[in-house]
């Protein structure tokens, strides 16, 4: 019997999976039945999901396994026969989730119906033994005194018995899916449940205590302290998303391997990670002078930065990147990348979304084809530049998704792998400019040896064929680097000694750092005044960095005024320096402040469309007459009340502070 299994291990999953069908398709019969009400019942048939759930999982794990080469009989259409296997398995899985969370909700709906009850009980009980009292007073007011303490007594047990049954009401069993450790004021540490002990490891006595925890945990332990590092700060953002995480993944919505995003969180923390803060000059240790920002006499304007790290890379693909579950509506996919050091983060963080196609739903793709101008999110070519010392420096890629859950409505982000390409060898010279195929990694990038979807093992086994096909099936990021050219290295040398931004947008980032030479350098009549400086756009441009529609709206009137422009006048700076002031201040002055234009919000669809039309007519009423001047004094055109911010610039409100 057990020769014959082996030879057909595929048949055994099989008939195996019947069987799993039919206990399947047996309690979703039972739970039907108007015994399944009974909250014994409901819980029996909760645990049978679980002990359900755990033998699919394994014949999953078996199924995955399970190669042609091993099987010592043939069997026509083998790859398509363990498809199925695999489909039939999903769709058991997604029957016995949907009946395990209509249960917890009858549960919760149950509990609290009781408790409602037996306070509405419990009140009318006040009122009539308050009638009692009131007319036993008036006729046995010094009679019955012994009496009067057996009421006592009893109205004691009768308030024993409405608490102890509150508690049973309110303290039902509610299933954990993994242990917690008190991180803070307030948290309770937990651990699983030991059913032969019969109660859970860490438990404690409930008490008054136990609810209004103020600086100590469950176990009476002080909470410690957070550090500063960049991990602790992520740390405790993501600590909240955890549970909805974890709920996923036990749901099998989302692979083990997928974890809230670290450089989402890092850039909701504040703008020290926002390509707005690096654009601006950073200050010498003095605080008298700019540390990347000088004049050049010779040229007359800001003089050119060389940094240690200077390139351009472009992002190709993204393949065989696990589908999370139908329970949740992907919004946007998009990756995320920074310089990095192994520990810190060194520069802004860049994200550009990615496209997708139905029929290649695992492979993600960038600069699309498109008509008209490619919008700035969705260039894949990217310029990178730092000027860190580290030895270990190098780029951090995080490939991540905006979700909505179809259940809850509840938003978040998950990142779904991430890769460290490091920029130089152990001798310190710099990796070739190459395309390279990078494997992801799952969980954080500060977590070792996680697999994104561990269905999908890294580890070969077998012949040299089945080891390379199982590579090709593992999530991978497909990037090039490339070496500069003479025209190129010029204008990158122009920006911030450390910046990741978007290609398509570099000349418009030039003109910014030159307006900002100008009013700094040699139009301010004394170096050492920190006085408010009138300049709207000076103001007003780091905000497009946080807008990419907007930024595409100044790139599109930029590219149709440079278009009328002759050869001379393109060669004169201080002449394209002029124009570029007219057009955003036709373009982007109005429309910053206009109250039409939805405020920006990513990964809301309606949203960006809503915008984006907003923004195309405002354009074509410009070209049409020639300017902005028509739109601002319509009456059809309603802004913003007028503030002193959208004039002033703030140099000491703005300047980068030094880190060294």
């Not at 997604?94 to 037996?118: K, P, W, Y």
């Not at 909805?244 to 450089?263: E, N, Q």
């Not at 008209?372 to 894949?380: E, Q, T």
């Not at 700094?520 to 050492?528: A, W, Y």
Request: net charge negative; aromatic share 6%; charged share 30%.
């Amino acid at each position: 019997m057990l020769a014959r299994w082996q030879s057909n291990r595929l048949q055994a999953l099989q008939r195996r999976s019947q069987e799993l069908k039919l206990q399947v398709g047996s309690l979703l019969s039972e739970s039907q039945l108007k015994e399944a009400l009974d909250a014994s019942k409901r819980r029996n048939i909760y645990q049978r999901c679980i002990q359900l759930k755990q033998a699919i999982d394994e014949n999953k794990n078996a199924l995955q396994k399970l190669n042609k080469a091993d099987e010592t009989a043939p069997i026509g259409n083998y790859n398509q026969k363990k498809e199925e296997e695999r489909s039939l398995l999903d769709k058991l899985t997604h029957q016995l989730q949907e009946l395990a969370v209509s249960i917890s909700r009858e549960n919760i709906t149950e509990i609290r119906a009781l408790t409602e009850r037996e306070e509405d009980n419990k009140s009318a009980d006040e009122e009539e033994e308050a009638e009692e009292e009131d007319e036993e007073e008036e006729e046995e007011e010094e009679s019955e005194e012994g009496g009067g303490e057996e009421e006592e007594t009893e109205e004691e047990e009768e308030e024993k018995q409405e608490n102890e049954s509150h508690h049973q009401a309110t303290s039902k069993e509610y299933i954990a899916v993994g242990d917690f450790t008190a991180q803070q004021a307030g948290d309770l540490t937990f651990k699983p449940y030991n059913k032969e002990e019969g109660q859970d490891t860490s438990e404690e006595e409930d008490s008054e205590e136990d609810v209004e925890v103020g600086d100590q945990t469950a176990g009476g332990e002080e909470v410690k302290q957070r550090t500063d590092s960049h991990w602790s700060a992520v740390q405790k953002a993501i600590s909240e998303q955890i549970n909805t995480v974890d709920v996923l993944t036990t749901m099998g919505a989302i692979p083990a391997g997928f974890r809230p995003s670290t450089l989402f969180q890092l850039l909701e923390e504040g703008n020290q990670f926002r390509s707005s803060y690096f654009l601006q000059p950073e200050l010498t240790p003095s605080q008298l002078a700019f540390r990347d920002l000088m004049w050049d006499a010779k040229t007359g304007t800001i003089r050119s930065r060389p940094s240690r790290v200077s390139f351009i890379l472009t992002l190709w693909s993204c393949k065989m990147i696990p589908l999370p579950g139908t329970s949740i509506q992907v919004l946007s996919r998009h990756v995320r990348l920074c310089i990095f050091d192994g520990n810190k983060v060194l520069s802004n963080i860049h994200t550009v979304r990615a496209t997708w196609q139905s029929k290649k739903p695992k492979t993600w793709t960038f600069s699309p084809q498109v008509t008209g101008i490619l919008p700035c999110l969705l260039d894949g070519d990217c310029f990178i530049r730092s000027n860190s010392s580290s030895p270990d420096l190098g780029i951090l890629f995080e490939l991540g998704i905006s979700y909505i859950r179809n259940s809850t409505g509840e938003r978040g982000e998950l990142s779904c792998g991430w890769v460290f390409l490091k920029l130089f060898d152990a001798s310190g010279i710099p990796i070739p400019a190459k395309t390279y195929e990078l494997f992801l990694n799952g969980g954080t990038p500060y977590e070792k040896g996680v697999e994104v979807d561990p269905s999908v093992s890294r580890r070969a086994y077998g012949s040299v064929f089945h080891q390379m096909m199982t590579m090709r099936r593992q999530p991978q990021l497909l990037v090039k680097l490339r070496s500069l050219n003479r025209r190129s290295r010029d204008l990158l040398s122009l920006l911030p000694e450390t910046l990741i931004g978007s290609m398509c947008t570099i000349h418009l980032l030039i003109f910014y750092r030159q307006i900002l030479g100008d009013v700094l350098l040699k139009d301010r009549t004394s170096m050492q005044s920190a006085d408010l400086i009138s300049n709207p756009v000076l103001a007003t441009f780091p905000k497009l960095l946080e807008q990419p529609d907007m930024m595409d709206a100044l790139r599109s009137s930029w590219a149709e005024k440079e278009s009328t422009l002759k050869r001379s006048e393109k060669r004169d700076k201080e002449f394209l320096k002029a124009m570029f002031l007219l057009v955003y201040h036709d373009c982007v002055v109005p429309l910053l402040h206009s109250t039409l234009l939805p405020p920006f919000r990513w990964a809301e669809e309606e949203t960006e469309a809503a915008r984006w039309k907003v923004i195309a007519d405002f354009l074509k009423q410009n070209q049409e007459n020639g300017g902005a001047l028509q739109a601002l004094l319509s009456p059809d055109g309603v802004h913003e009340p007028f503030d002193i911010s959208e004039q002033t610039y703030d140099l000491l409100g703005e300047i980068r502070k030094n880190v060294a």
